[in-house]
Nanobody, 122 residues
Framework: QLQASGGGLVQPGGSLRLSCAASGRAFSSYHMGWFRQAPGKEREFVAALSPGGSTTYYTGSVKGRFTISRDNAKSTVYLQMNSLKPWDTALYYC?????????????????WGQGTLVTVSS
């Protein structure tokens, strides 16, 4: 089970840190990802990282602004979001997958959190 939190209302240029806490003892063996879905749009890939945290992937629009990380001791993955833009507004989901399949493909993920809303507006 994945529980996302940390969303909220922030002004353009501001920052937020999302957290996703996992239950179960296998967290450290899963690849973790963050996706987002804006109103009227399809869910899109944001970032992902490997089980050990040494390899990360980002979609182009967030590179240099967002950072994904994990703390396996706490079974938690984070998404630090800086320099937020109005078009970052979306419901953000965390997800977990095993080995195999692409990081950006939603169909390869086995578990999903409930989503946390991020609104970037002045």
């Amino acid at each position: 089970q994945l529980q996302a939190s940390g969303g909220g209302l922030v002004q353009p240029g501001g920052s937020l840190r999302l957290s996703c806490a996992a239950s179960g003892r296998a967290f450290s063996s899963y690849h973790m990802g963050w996706f987002r879905q804006a109103p009227g749009k399809e869910r899109e890939f944001v970032a992902a990282l490997s089980p050990g945290g040494s390899t990360t992937y980002y979609t182009g629009s967030v590179k240099g602004r967002f950072t994904i990380s994990r703390d396996n001791a706490k079974s938690t993955v984070y998404l630090q979001m800086n320099s937020l833009k109005p078009w970052d507004t979306a419901l953000y989901y965390c997800a977990a997958k095993g080995d195999g399949g692409g990081y950006s493909d939603t169909s390869t993920y086995d578990y999903w959190g409930q989503g946390t809303l991020v609104t970037v507006s002045s």
